[in-house]
């Protein structure tokens, strides 16, 4: 069992500071904290987390699931990129800097998760780089040329990891793919500890318990990839969400994606009511084209014309 609560202030936060490493500051007039549970309200959140890009993405992200660190006083989720910590900071600030860096990290390892779930090998081989004896994790943005300045070495044949190195073939990508999300997700989990609770009643219970929402993230992730939680793709958006024993057979897309997906059929049902034809409906509505095409089918197949 797992236990999670977390809070973000009414008001919200925004950035302050030097507009080139901008940190996260409360904004003032905050009368009380909303709380949540994150493990079990938004178990795909680890994955928004990880497509967040731009300081607009994050800024949003703050205000409506929290920062990341406990109480901004202390830094328990590094994430795999080493960082330098403004030590003079106290308590020590949420800089963009360290929110992009934790995002890559998170962004990179979930690449590597999803490429194997999805059976796209040859994907891997955008971060798993053999450089003769040794093989390294590509952890930087890939639309930049690798380098070892942005990457991990999984292992070698001089003794880092030789013994698991030894069994794979030169060039193969699932091994040292496994390898590095057990490595980067065994470094992320030191903050997440057995805790014991009492309940109303006086009675004990063992939790395992995040120390903050950046834990708590790399805990969902750790869900994901160990399969103790489910995940598949939404067949609309293609992103992933969790699926249960009880609708893993009914559920094919996230409810939000349904909802705008049922509207947009409606709108292009009207165009095609209309007498507006698929290039007139993608101009107008910029829904995706092949989308549009399934619908003017279905309309057809009902009796329009």
């Not at 794979?168 to 980067?184: M, N, Y």
């Not at 120390?211 to 992103?239: M, N, P, R």
Request: hydrophobic share 35%; aromatic share 14%; charged share 25%.
């Amino acid at each position: 069992m797992y236990h999670f609560v977390w809070s973000v202030p009414e008001k919200g936060y925004y950035w302050a500071g030097d507009s080139d490493d901008p940190y996260l500051e409360e904004l003032p007039g905050s009368l009380r904290e909303i709380s949540y549970h994150p493990l079990e309200e938004y178990p795909e959140l680890f994955f928004a987390f990880s497509q967040l890009s731009t300081p607009d993405d994050i800024l949003r992200f703050a205000n409506q699931y929290g920062v990341l660190v406990a109480n901004q006083n202390h830094f328990g989720t590094q994430g795999i990129i080493k960082k330098k910590m403004r030590i003079n900071d106290i308590p020590p600030l949420e800089y963009l800097s360290m929110w992009k860096n934790e995002i890559q990290s998170m962004r990179s390892l979930v690449e590597v998760w999803s490429w194997i779930k999805k059976g796209y090998k040859s994907k891997l081989g955008l971060r798993i780089i053999w450089d003769q004896n040794k093989v390294f994790f590509y952890y930087g943005p890939l639309n930049e040329k690798f380098t070892e300045e942005k990457a991990i070495k999984i292992a070698d044949d001089k003794g880092y990891y030789t013994h698991i190195y030894s069994t794979w073939k030169k060039g193969s990508l699932i091994g040292p793919a496994e390898l590095i999300l057990q490595i980067s997700l065994n470094n992320q989990l030191k903050m997440v500890s057995p805790r014991i609770i009492r309940d109303t009643s006086g009675n004990l219970h063992s939790y395992i318990m995040p120390h903050s929402l950046g834990d708590a993230l790399w805990l969902q992730f750790y869900f994901a990839v160990t399969g103790i939680k489910k995940f598949v793709q939404c067949e609309i958006c293609d992103e992933w969400m969790e699926i249960t024993d009880i609708n893993r057979k009914t559920k094919k897309a996230h409810d939000k994606c349904r909802k705008r997906d049922w509207a947009q059929k409606q709108r292009v049902f009207a165009l095609c009511n209309s007498g507006n034809n698929a290039e007139d409906i993608v101009n107008e509505t910029g829904f995706d084209k092949s989308r549009i095409m399934k619908w003017i089918s279905e309309f057809q197949s009902k009796g329009g014309k």
